[in-house]
């Protein structure tokens, strides 16, 4: 069975940091483009950061310089480190697999940055 599974949320205080993972149970991992989305209650899913199977990575203008989005193929695992946490973080972040066989989203892991 094709599974994403998310881990790593959490409660933390503005200026924080977490580490979020993916772990995927994908034997296409490697050719996979990961991303990492979030929602926030009333707003659409956005994309948050992205990264290809060359590790070519793609981010939000928001988390820029903030976030760092990373991939082990070998443990078939996506992280995204998340420094310097703002409230407007605050969502559910769901993980991604896309590639030409399939698309697979992950069943979210809840961020909240809050005093």
């Known amino acids: 069975q094709v599974q994403l599974v998310e881990s790593g949320g959490g409660l933390v205080q503005p200026g924080g940091s977490l580490r979020l993972s993916c772990a995927a149970s994908i034997s296409t991992f490697s050719i996979s483009t990961m991303g990492w989305y979030r929602q926030a209650p009333g707003k659409e899913r956005e994309l948050v950061a992205s990264?290809?199977?060359?590790?070519?990575?793609n981010y939000a203008d928001a988390v820029k310089g903030r976030f760092t989005i990373s991939r082990d193929n070998g443990k078939k695992t996506v992280y995204l480190q998340m420094n310097s946490l703002k409230p407007e973080d605050t969502a559910v972040y769901y993980c991604n697999a896309n590639n030409v066989f399939l698309t697979k989203w992950g069943q979210g892991t809840q961020v909240t940055v809050s005093s």
């Open positions: 990264i290809t199977a060359g590790d070519n990575t």
